[in-house]
């Protein structure tokens, strides 16, 4: 039965990418990253649900096999199909993000990372459905920098997504998606949080193609 | 088997022959290269005849599985063309549906009506009817930020990518006298006449080229302009045996072709230099995308059709 599962779950990503790969001809653009398997954190900008899935799909094999993206439980959980989708699929790290749970989002994602995982993470937090380019960060990124040090934060701009598919329309366009990857970043001793969240935003900010300024 | 079947394979066959000599000589060069030394221009060169390869093998058997084959490639080749296009231009939420049509509606309609030879269709279609409704759809929607852009690059793109592209299929319904049905093989001419022209351009214009056409534009040269249409020439009476125009005709046509097709290059690397990318997109490798490769012959095709048809038939 696990072995169904599992097998199950290769079929269903396989066809994701290659649904990806027709529609949108979606490619990885490697600026300031070589396509490795090393340990990163990508962090993207967020502003449909198909970002993930995106990037997911640009990655090599190798580099698919042990990146994580992070996402909220309450979305990956809401049904069966979805449940089966998130984690096993695209092997999710969920999180919750309701106060009242005991269960920190941080401590799972730390537990992640010291798995050897890579992540993707979505530092704004939510969609981003204003006109602004990206979001305030929230304090994720910087709190999993300042615990994990050596891991290489990767910017990951996912260009063109709202135009494919805007919130409220029904059919995608067929337009080309680019997932760009930058050079990575850390948090520098003793530099606040605040500094850090501001510089992380500018390099992910730097990694959108010159055409959609 | 027919003549035309006959004439196709040996086109085929001298394309594979030209190919062949081509990749021998980038592998003497490369096993000449000493191991360590990086030599980019022979790695782009490569990666330039691994994908001729591909269009050749393509091309080829498409028009060896005659109509279907052929529409279903040049069909394929509008609709990445299209995406090439519209990725870069002006849109908003407004032209959603419209855009949507543009893909789902106009380009599979346009590629119908020249797949029935419908010839009062399809020379309209776009320029008439999808000119004047999509704009009206965008309207409909009620966003009035830089409308007339929005509209007038999906125009743009339509006539580009769709109606220009379809012409090369729409040679094979011209019914020009004593020709039957070897209509196919002006698209193995048009299309061989323009891309010999475009590679012997590229290539005496890096030997002999001195003065720009269009300076901050792109490196394309008189000189180089010169020699490839010259070039085509020769290969045009060289191909004559396959075209309906005689020697001298034939040479003529591939001349005007292989003239509008680099003229049309400056367009394409003008547009490429305001909205700031190298390549249309990276489906080809070593070359770009299907703009990129096909832009010449994108421009060509229309005058092309028009001149034999209003010559010819």
Request: hydrophobic share 50%; glycine share 8%; net charge positive.
């Given at each position: ?21 027709a ?44 990146v994580?993206?992070?996402a ?23 999180v ?15 537990a ?17 459905m ?13 709190n999993?920098g300042?615990?994990?040090?050596d891991?290489?934060l990767?910017?990951t ?25 930058g ?9 606040s ?13 730097a ?7 | ?16 022959g ?108 776009i ?6 409704f999509l ?12 409308f007339?852009?929005?509209?007038a ?16 299929p ?7 006298a ?90 394409v ?26 832009d010449?012959?994108i ?15």
């Amino acid at each position: 039965m696990k072995f169904l599962r599992q097998f199950a779950a290769r079929i269903v990503g396989q066809s994701i990418r290659i649904f990806a790969r027709a529609i949108t001809a979606v490619r990885a653009e490697w600026k300031g990253i070589e396509p490795v398997p090393r340990q990163r954190v990508y962090f993207a900008n967020h502003t449909s649900n198909a970002d993930m899935p995106m990037i997911w799909s640009v990655l090599p094999p190798a580099l698919r096999r042990t990146v994580r993206p992070v996402a909220a439980a309450d979305y990956w959980l809401k049904n069966k199909l979805r449940a089966f989708v998130g984690p096993e699929v695209f092997n999710c790290v969920l999180v919750d993000r309701r106060p009242e749970v005991k269960d920190k989002p941080m401590d799972k994602i730390i537990a992640a990372l010291d798995e050897g995982s890579s992540l993707i993470i979505f530092p704004e937090g939510n969609r981003n459905m204003t006109e602004d380019p990206l979001l305030p960060f929230k304090a994720g990124l910087y709190n999993m920098g300042v615990a994990r040090p050596d891991v290489d934060l990767v910017p990951t701009w996912v260009a063109n997504l709202t135009e494919i598919m805007p919130k409220g329309e029904v059919i995608p366009l067929p337009l080309i998606c680019t997932v760009t990857f930058g050079e990575p970043i850390h948090v520098h001793p003793g530099e606040s949080k605040d500094d850090f969240l501001k510089r992380a935003s500018d390099a992910l900010l730097a990694q959108r193609p010159e055409a959609h300024k | 088997m027919s003549s035309t079947t006959a004439d196709i394979l040996l086109l085929a066959l001298g394309s594979f022959g030209i190919l062949i000599t081509l990749t021998v000589l980038g592998e003497i060069l490369r096993a000449r290269q000493p191991v360590h030394d990086a030599n980019p221009m022979l790695d782009t060169y490569m990666t330039r005849v691994q994908s001729w390869w591909g269009m050749v093998a393509f091309i080829g058997a498409a028009l060896l599985l005659g109509k279907p084959g052929i529409m279903t490639l040049f069909a394929f080749a509008s609709f990445a063309a299209l995406r090439e296009f519209l990725t870069l231009t002006t849109k908003t939420q407004a032209d959603h549906l419209a855009l949507a049509l543009a893909f789902f509606a106009v380009l599979p309609l346009q590629y119908v009506f020249v797949g029935f030879g419908w010839t009062g269709l399809y020379t309209v279609f776009i320029p008439v009817y999808a000119f004047l409704f999509l704009p009206m759809i965008s309207a409909l929607r009620g966003n009035p930020q830089r409308f007339l852009v929005r509209v007038a690059e999906t125009q743009w793109a339509l006539m580009i990518a769709v109606f220009c592209v379809s012409h090369v299929p729409a040679l094979m319904s011209l019914d020009i006298a004593g020709y039957g049905d070897r209509s196919v093989l002006l698209i193995a001419f048009l299309v061989m006449v323009v891309q010999i022209g475009d590679l012997l351009d590229f290539f005496f214009g890096r030997r002999i080229g001195r003065t720009k056409i269009a300076p901050g534009l792109s490196p394309k040269t008189w000189e180089g302009l010169v020699c490839g249409v010259l070039s085509a020439m020769v290969i045009g009476a060289m191909l004559s045996w396959i075209t309906p125009f005689g020697l001298w005709g034939a040479a003529l046509m591939a001349g005007i072709a292989s003239l509008v097709g680099m003229f049309g290059n400056l367009v394409v690397a003008a547009i490429k230099r305001d909205r700031g990318v190298k390549d249309w997109s990276h489906l080809i490798p070593g070359q770009g995308g299907f703009v990129d490769q096909l832009d010449s012959v994108i421009f060509a095709a229309p005058i092309f059709y028009q001149l034999t048809k209003f010559f010819y038939t």
